[in-house]
């Protein structure tokens, strides 16, 4: 059973930044299509910014210009890093990935394996 792991979560301050990661058990994440989705208490599970498996990339409107999604392929993961972040931006961040490399997207119902997330808290 494919596992994701998401880690690097945490609780930081209005404008700072933060790098959460993903990885997998027993997969490396180089050559796969991967996206990141948040859920914030009592909203729907949002998708957050895709890489797919020839490098394209997508954003929501309301990370463009602060959050950068790409491959770290010394570790085989994809990491999102998140800049100026906002007390908005609080939620848990999953990654996931779908069945075949030809669905992605920022519609969480594309995407067939999940990680457990990891908490990212913004706040003065």
């Known amino acids: 059973q494919l596992q994701l792991v998401e880690s690097g979560g945490g609780l930081v301050k209005p404008g700072e930044s933060l790098r959460v990661s993903c990885r997998a058990s027993d997969l490396n994440l180089n050559p796969v299509t991967i996206g990141w989705f948040r859920q914030a208490p009592g909203k729907e599970r949002e998708g957050v910014s895709v890489?797919?498996?020839?490098?394209?990339?997508a954003y929501v409107d309301s990370v463009k210009g602060r959050f950068i999604i790409g491959r770290d392929y010394a570790k085989g993961a994809v990491y999102l890093q998140m800049n100026r972040l906002q007390p908005g931006d609080s939620a848990i961040y999953y990654c996931?990935?779908?069945?075949?490399?030809?669905?992605?997207?920022?519609?969480?119902?594309?995407?067939?394996?999940w990680g457990q997330g990891t908490q990212v808290t913004v706040s003065s």
């Open positions: 890489i797919t498996s020839t490098g394209g990339t």
């Open positions: 996931a990935m779908p069945r075949s490399n030809d669905r992605y997207g920022l519609d969480p119902a594309l995407y067939d394996h």
